[in-house]
């Protein structure tokens, strides 16, 4: 058992890592609701109304781009804070799949290989 008392200090600093993961959750639980109701909206359109057709793939590409964005920035956050394995936040946060659209920088879909260095990190656990 440990006989040492938790400075003010790192208390506060427990509470800004979670109070800033939390916010990073929030708002990509927003950007994530925003895509999949871009996704329906974009497949909901007729196929005759070419012209709206794409304006509304345009703006599901923005929303994507959002989404994906955040939910990097949320596993930057979550690699901050010691957790390292983020095949949940793919599991529980699908995001719309387009085809021709590569996936994400940072997709936990694909692990490790999308963050700098973690091709050398993936690499390193297959040799090890």
């Known amino acids: 058992m440990n006989n040492f008392e938790q400075l003010p200090v790192e208390r506060e600093i427990a509470e800004e890592m979670a109070n800033s993961l939390g916010r990073i959750g929030r708002r990509f639980a927003g950007y994530h609701r925003e895509a999949w109701r871009a996704m329906?909206?974009?497949?909901?359109?007729?196929?005759?109304?070419?012209?709206?057709?794409?304006?509304?793939?345009?703006?599901?590409?923005?929303?994507?781009?959002?989404?994906?964005?955040?939910?990097?920035?949320?596993?930057?956050?979550?690699?901050?804070?010691?957790?390292?394995?983020?095949?949940e936040v793919a599991r529980k946060f699908l995001l719309p799949k387009l085809n021709g659209r590569p996936p994400a920088a940072g997709d936990p879909a694909i692990p490790r290989l999308s963050f700098a260095g973690g091709f050398l990190r993936a690499r390193r656990m297959k040799i090890s």
């Open 40 to 87: 329906e909206v974009w497949e909901g359109c007729p196929e005759g109304a070419l012209n709206h057709k794409r304006h509304l793939e345009e703006a599901l590409h923005r929303a994507l781009d959002l989404a994906e964005k955040t939910r990097y920035h949320l596993i930057i956050q979550r690699e901050a804070i010691g957790l390292r394995e983020h095949s």
